[in-house]
């Protein structure tokens, strides 16, 4: 079969009616392909050779071509099935797959994915029904003409593979919706505590039954597996993300003439699905930062003795219950004058003050930020880090920032394992607890009335090791009564504010716990920006998760505040 | 017998017939559209809520839910009679702007009985004076010799979210 350039551009007419679930189907599975193209595409450029690759990304043409096929969608079909035979014929080393070809399946996968998008936009109601209309008929005369430049074209028509193939990789897994998903961890959740209310509650007759509290333990057992694996049907290894920023690494150095390697660590490390997505966009904006501003011209680096091509690093890993994202290029890295002149340009730093390099760095984080010397299209607006910051604060996590002239600059992200639940330290104000998120806290301690000291009307700090650091009274901020008359009788938990720290004062500390998060409505958090959410505690009754970002220095109750997102 | 025959200066009220759930507050009955109601639960320990006014009590935990309780009486600043063991959550859920159904607790002192009103029974807000704000009412209702307060929770809940939005 060869495939003819069509003159006359055939629009997709959905037939939302009719096709409606098998077009739903069609898209997830095309996007899935799509995403196994870009992958394959990006590895056969380092690799051209590679067969395993050629028979997947040819496998996943064919299949996109099969479905577009069946439910009749002409330009579809058309499109995959020229990218199709141009890989079949590099398959069977009948051509090889340069740059310029490799450019040419890039783009027409980025066809294809306007295609599903619009399908789906039509699906979801988001866009009106309408003819959908992108011209191929160029591309399909392109993909022709790169397959007729190879001399030995004669047998181009293969047939091709029959689709068990395709689905074989696809290997034993189901497909379910993620509310149901969402639905079962919250209720597993919910037994988690209805086992631990009914432990707790065991009377001395009960107790002295030796095979209930046999039965007893085993169901706890059961309960904490029950919710190991049900947590671990949310968990999807971070290689999604580290994909798309393999494509954005290689379009935008083409598009800056830049020649950057994305090396990636730990790609197997697993997340929770909601944080993969939810990470995707930060790291994007600081990939694009790290081509843009961050590597230099292969000239520029040629003349410092650097090797021309710049290297950015993407790692992950698991770290003491949390998840570590690192971001290292080796570019000229921060320039630390600069930010700190226009740190007090802006009136966010004092002129004079004495600030740790970590101090001077996060200012980037800053709303409005940016000491780019030109806006381009890519960065540089200064609306970049400070979204960044705020978004991996969303995710309960924090950034950090380090770098070395003319060595780069290495970001930190930490972030929980999942948006589900939480290790907490769990401390007491007066009557009430508190739920403290642990990956925030750095140490907690008992401080001595010599450690205190007042800033006349700027509140009081706490002198730790030499820094000084705002301490805020819990009770004072929540209004409640606390049971420590002085700070001396309290403990102060130290926690971690993007790059300060904060030192808060409770009665005490009553334990650790790992907590379901729940929402707690729109009608709290409207009111009060510093409770991130509540969680029920071993006894039944609901503790209140601290925002500890969003508790500032005096208590402003009543008062309006913006709702974030 | 035809509504329009029992009453001769009626206006219309925008309670609905149907049935309604009586309670206790502050020594006036009033009732909620019984469609409303989820269930009806015994006081559970109410975990507070920093800066919150008054009215908004704090949160509870209704098997696994977190959800808000409001007191009414602090609502409609009626004076708080002591805590009684008639005393009870009333859980109702209502369209708001965040969710088709969150669940609210309303703290009442009492709860009476399900009645059922026929559109005859129901009559327009009078004036209340200054007692009541009648913005968050529905219409009266009159059984037999007592008066009902029929409440809009559509409204009070709503703006509860939106006041401050």
Request: charged share 25%; aromatic share 4%; glycine share 10%.
């Amino acid at each position: 079969m060869s495939s003819t350039p069509q003159d006359a551009e055939t629009p997709i007419v959905l037939n939302l009616a009719s096709d409606g679930e098998l077009l739903k189907e069609y898209v997830i599975e095309s996007r899935e392909h799509l995403n196994n193209i870009e992958q394959g595409v990006l590895l056969l450029e380092e690799h051209p050779g590679d067969a395993d690759t050629l028979h997947s990304v040819f496998r996943s043409f064919h299949t996109f071509k099969g479905g577009a096929g069946f439910l009749n969608l002409v330009p579809i079909n058309q499109l995959a099935h020229g990218l199709e035979s141009l890989l079949d014929l590099a398959r069977l080393r009948k051509l090889t797959l340069d740059g310029e070809r490799i450019g040419l399946i890039l783009r027409g996968r980025d066809t294809l994915k306007q295609f599903i998008d619009q399908i789906d936009a039509q699906l979801t109601g988001a866009a009106p029904p309408a003819p959908i209309m992108i011209p191929t008929g160029d591309f399909s005369r392109q993909i022709l003409a790169a397959m007729t430049s190879e001399p030995n074209l004669a047998s181009a028509s293969q047939t091709p593979e029959p689709t068990a193939a395709a689905a074989s990789s696809a290997g034993a897994t189901v497909k379910v919706e993620t509310t149901k998903l969402d639905s079962l961890v919250d209720m597993v959740g919910e037994l988690v505590i209805a086992q631990s209310l009914v432990a707790q509650d065991l009377n001395s007759q009960a107790a002295a039954n030796p095979q209930f509290v046999r039965n007893l333990a085993q169901m706890a057992r059961v309960t904490r597996e029950l919710q190991r694996v049900s947590l671990s049907l949310r968990m999807v290894p971070i290689r999604g993300v580290f994909q798309k920023m393999a494509r954005a690494v290689h379009d935008l150095a083409a598009r800056q003439d830049k020649q950057v390697q994305l090396l990636t660590e730990g790609d197997e490390t697993e997340l929770d699905r909601n944080l993969v997505e939810e990470l995707a966009d930060p790291l994007l904006h600081m990939i694009r930062n790290a081509v843009d501003h961050g590597i230099e011209s292969a000239e520029a680096r040629a003349a410092h003795g650097k090797p021309r091509a710049g290297v950015i690093h993407l790692r992950a890993s698991h770290k003491g219950g949390g998840i570590v994202v690192e971001l290292q290029d080796d570019g000229q890295g921060l320039d630390k004058e600069r930010i700190l002149a226009k740190a007090i340009e802006k009136g966010l730093a004092a002129p004079g003050a004495k600030l740790s390099d970590e101090e001077i760095f996060h200012f980037i984080f800053a709303a409005g930020f940016s000491t780019a010397r030109e806006v381009t299209d890519l960065s540089g607006r200064g609306v970049g880090m400070d979204v960044v910051r705020r978004n991996i604060e969303r995710l309960r996590g924090r950034v950090e920032v380090s770098s070395a002239p003319g060595q780069g600059t290495l970001f930190k992200m930490v972030l929980p394992l999942t948006l589900a639940i939480i290790d907490g330290l769990v401390v007491t104000v007066g009557g009430e607890r508190y739920i403290i998120p642990t990956l925030l806290v750095r140490e907690s301690f008992r401080p001595r009335a010599e450690m205190i000291s007042t800033l006349q009307g700027r509140g009081e700090l706490v002198n730790l090791r030499g820094r000084l650091i705002p301490m805020l009274r819990l009770g004072e901020q929540f209004g409640v009564k606390p049971a420590a008359g002085t700070p001396a009788e309290g403990i102060i938990v130290v926690v971690q504010t993007g790059a300060a720290l904060k030192g808060l004062l409770v009665d005490g500390l009553s334990h650790r716990q790992e907590v379901v998060i729940k929402n707690v409505g729109e009608l709290i958090r409207q009111r009060n920006a510093s409770i991130a959410g509540a969680a029920i505690l071993g006894d039944g009754r609901v503790g209140l998760i601290i925002d500890v970002n969003a508790l500032d220095g005096l208590p402003v109750p009543h008062l309006a505040k913006p709702v974030n997102n | 017998m035809k509504a329009e025959d029992c009453s001769i200066a009626r206006t219309p009220s925008a309670a609905r017939p149907g049935k309604y759930l009586t309670f206790v507050l502050g020594g006036e009955s009033y009732g909620i559209g019984i469609l409303q109601v989820r269930e009806i639960i015994r006081p559970t320990a109410i975990t507070p809520v920093p800066q919150m006014p008054p009215h908004i009590q704090g949160v509870i935990n209704l098997r696994g839910k977190i959800i808000p309780v409001l007191d009414l009486r602090a609502r409609f600043g009626l004076a708080a009679p002591a805590a009684n063991d008639r005393s009870c959550i009333v859980v109702v859920q209502v369209k708001t702007t965040e969710s088709p159904g969150a669940l609210t607790g309303l703290l009442v002192d009492a709860v009476d009985e399900v009645i059922n009103l026929a559109d005859k029974d129901i009559e327009a807000t009078p004036e209340f004076g200054r007692r009541l704000d009648t913005r968050h009412l529905l219409g009266v209702a009159k059984v037999g010799a007592t008066v009902k307060i029929l409440l809009d929770l559509d409204r009070i809940l709503g703006e509860e979210t939106q006041a401050q939005v």
